[in-house]
């Protein structure tokens, strides 16, 4: 028996037997030169390929759309982009004719270079567009050799597939009713693969290294997604364990269900989906979402594709506008601009900065390149003629930022009504609260919004000096710092005061203890990945509204004499006399594949 370690990357827990894919690595690739003669054939040959690559991946996004979702059916409109670039084809084309390649090796050694330069991005995003490439590049393949699908469409009973690494179009294809889980060698929580897996509900652990050479084909292996882990061969005490966990997993899905069927009581406070383009809003209805507190618009800009265009972006808002109207006639969508720079870099930004997380990132390169501001605002108000939207401007630090983010949208609206363009008037606008500035000056703020967004991902950096993703240094970010705990607090206040809602949309939101502390400071809404919210709905409503008044002020006393550490434990303890399944609903609901 051997247990691996992974990355959880979609949760579950599972156990099976070993289906090992071995993938198409062991192709072997033609490579020969063709005579001038034949070189008009190659070309016909190649262009024929890709000709049926384009009908088979057309139909790979009519059947993901239907079988899976819309926003995953985007994976494989990319693929057919890679497929037409113009770049790509002429080059393929150059080579076959100039250096009368084959075809499968003119196409592998373009998609080599171009596959080289995703691979030295920084942007993690873009490094794994490589991995698109891959996957267009097998296909075709496989359609000039004359081969069918992957052996994955064989699969005829459950089982665990293991393999190296899966691509996009091979994840789609694996038949989901036999598909138990997966774990791979490689792969990230963020990759297409990952998100596609979540999407279909297939439990998975990926980056697990070596498990491909630890596993043989019909073995029994225990998968656990929520924690990214995979046990080969286990001994029966360790089935029996995970047999209870997996008992216990049903039973604890089972209470949340109820919970969410109980009449409203505990704490009030608006539980929000975190979203992003690319990544469906099928299942925010089902998790109990009440809107979406947070849209992630860069995230249009990361796909590695150009600059999205005005149209591009009303087409992506206006889905979450329609998408947030199916979860409520008071559901909104609530789009924030650009947050681009710091550890998210988007094709053809400016060199890089000695400090790009202290540099001209989100509100302030927006109002440094007005044209992009305004196309994207346009964009945004369009798209609120469908629905309920509202605009937030991340990390605003001074009230002239925030009043000239208003001066471009004033603009922008203006433009509209001169084209006769509908929008919603009275469209809200926040804030974020993610830089101690903001903080500090929430009350000055809170006069010119309508809403406060408080981002503690970054509040706790700035506040802690402590870089966000850097481990080195992890012990030093700490959500319960007091210094964090008074800054959300005087956020929460001057918000209430003014009469306007505040919610917290940083990963602490989905911690249970971290959201209790929140509600009872007075934050009226949690905003995160969506999978969270029936569980911090549990733990919400176990709170009654006095207590949570008595633990604000034990919290605020304690931010006199204690440190982080110990305000957790303070605020754990108090909620575990609640919640006797604390620490299971922790477990479970442990992050997997974190949203960033
Ligand atoms: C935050 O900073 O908490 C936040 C939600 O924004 P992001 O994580 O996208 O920077
Ligand atoms: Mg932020």
């Not at 929520?226 to 216990?248: C, K, M, Y």
């Amino acid at each position: 028996m051997v247990t691996v370690s992974g990355t959880a990357t979609s949760r579950g827990f599972v156990s099976g037997t070993v289906f090992l894919y071995a993938g198409e690595h062991d192709v072997v690739l033609p490579e020969y030169t063709i005579p001038e003669s034949k070189v008009g054939a190659e070309l016909a040959r190649y262009r024929e390929a890709r000709a049926e690559t384009r009908r088979q991946l057309e139909g790979v996004v009519a059947d993901v759309s239907s079988r899976v979702a819309s926003a995953e059916a985007d994976i494989f409109r990319n693929h057919l982009v890679m497929l037409e670039d113009e770049v790509i084809i002429s080059s393929v084309e150059n080579a076959i004719r100039d250096e009368r390649l084959n075809a499968e090796a003119a196409i592998h050694r373009v998609s080599d270079s171009f596959r080289k330069t995703f691979e030295r991005m920084n942007d993690p995003y873009l490094r794994e567009r490589a991995r698109d490439l891959d996957d267009v590049e097998r296909r075709i393949m496989r359609v000039l050799a004359g081969r069918a699908e992957t052996a994955l469409t064989q699969i005829t009973s459950p089982v665990i597939v293991v393999a190296d690494d899966l691509t996009p179009s091979e994840t789609v294809t694996l038949p989901r009713k036999f598909i138990l889980g997966f774990a791979t060698n490689h792969g990230s929580a963020t990759s297409h693969v990952a998100l596609l897996a979540r999407a279909m509900g297939i439990p998975a652990v990926t980056g697990l290294g070596d498990i491909t050479s630890r596993v043989q084909a019909g073995d029994r292996i225990l998968l656990d997604g929520t924690h990214g882990e995979v046990t080969v061969n286990p001994d029966r005490n360790t089935r029996e364990q995970f047999a209870r966990l997996i008992w216990r997993e049903r039973e604890l899905m089972a209470a949340l269900e109820e919970s969410r069927l109980q009449p409203e009581r505990g704490l009030n406070v608006k539980l929000l989906a975190n979203v992003q383009p690319g990544v469906p809003f099928g299942s925010l209805a089902a998790f109990g979402a009440e809107g979406m507190g947070l849209y992630r618009s860069e995230y249009l800009w990361l796909g590695g594709a150009d600059e999205p265009t005005e149209n591009v972006q009303t087409t992506a808002y206006t889905e979450a506008v329609k998408a947030a109207a199916s979860l409520g006639s008071e559901a909104r969508v609530v789009i924030r601009v650009l947050d681009i720079g710091g550890d998210k870099m988007m094709k053809g930004a400016a060199a890089r900065e000695p400090n790009p997380f202290l540099g001209n990132r989100s509100i302030r390169f927006l109002l440094s390149r007005k044209d992009i501001f305004r196309t994207q605002l346009r964009a945004i108000l369009k798209a609120s003629a469908n629905g309920n939207a509202a605009i937030l401007y991340p990390m605003v630090a001074t009230i002239e930022e925030l009043r000239q983010a208003n001066a471009e949208l004033r603009t922008a609206m203006e433009q509209l009504r001169m084209a006769g363009i509908p929008f919603d008037e009275r469209i809200p606008v926040g804030c974020m609260i993610e830089i101690p500035s903001a903080a500090l000056n929430a009350d000055l703020f809170a006069k010119e919004v309508s809403f406060f967004s408080i981002g503690t991902n970054d509040l706790v950096q700035y506040v802690m000096a402590a870089d966000r993703g850097n481990e080195q240094v992890s012990y030093l970010y700490q959500p319960t710092n007091p210094a964090v705990i008074k800054l959300v607090d005087m956020a929460a206040q001057a918000a209430a005061k003014a009469g306007i809602s505040c919610s917290v949309c940083g990963e602490s939101a989905s911690d249970p203890v971290l959201a209790s502390l929140w509600a009872a400071l007075g934050v009226t809404g949690l905003s995160m990945s969506a999978g969270y919210i029936p569980a911090i709905r549990k733990v919400l409503r176990s709170i009654e509204p006095s207590d949570a008044d008595a633990l604000a002020t034990e919290v605020r006393e304690l931010c006199s004499t204690a440190g982080a550490n110990e305000i957790y434990a303070h605020v754990r303890d108090f909620l575990v006399r609640r919640i006797p399944d604390l620490e299971d609903i922790q477990a479970f609901f442990a992050p997997s594949g974190t949203e960033r």
